[in-house]
């Protein structure tokens, strides 16, 4: 008797794109300069870095998550510096490689995202500083941007393997 859900049942049965769970995999807050940075009248400068990561679990399922770090600098002094990834469980299943390549480069992480700036604007409110809300992201463009830099990347390095001496 088979299972109504098997992976194998989904696969025959076209293309499978299933949210499992989002979460927050880490978060972390540092207010190095405490308390003096709470007293300091120098205008705030925020400086923030995002990425991505993804990693297969089982066939037809996989993790993408997106880390972005937040720094707010106050003249010399670090007002804050937080650090976060937020990931998903997605079930893949029935999809060429080149668009499951797509879809965990630029739809997981579109789903993604915005628990990661909800999360990261209230870690950020709830430390006693105004609230930062991270802008939407183009995920398709940032997806393009990091194949470009990827392909010029190996333009650049020589092929991995096996270097033999020459004679």
């Not at 098997?6 to 794109?17: I, L, R, V, Y």
């Not at 990834?85 to 299943?93: H, M, N």
């Amino acid at each position: 008797m088979n299972q109504p859900n098997s992976s194998a049942d989904k696969a025959s049965n076209g293309p499978q794109f299933n949210l499992q769970r989002i979460y927050l995999k880490d978060l972390s807050l540092e207010i190095p300069d405490a308390p003096s940075v709470f007293l300091d009248q120098a205008e705030p400068r925020l400086e923030f870095q995002i990425d991505t990561h993804e990693k297969t679990l089982q066939p037809g399922l996989y993790e993408v998550g997106v880390r972005c770090t937040v720094t707010c600098r106050l003249g010399e002094k670090t007002g804050f510096l937080v650090e976060a990834v937020q990931a998903g469980i997605f079930e893949i299943l029935g999809v060429a490689d080149d668009q499951l390549a797509l879809l965990k480069g630029i739809s997981c992480p579109s789903i993604v995202y915005p628990y990661l700036r909800a999360n990261i604007a209230d870690v950020i409110q709830r430390a006693s500083f105004p609230p930062v809300h991270l802008a939407e992201l183009n995920w398709e463009a940032f997806y393009q941007q990091r194949m470009a830099q990827s392909a010029a990347q190996q333009a650049q390095s020589p092929e991995s393997g096996l270097i033999l001496p020459t004679q």
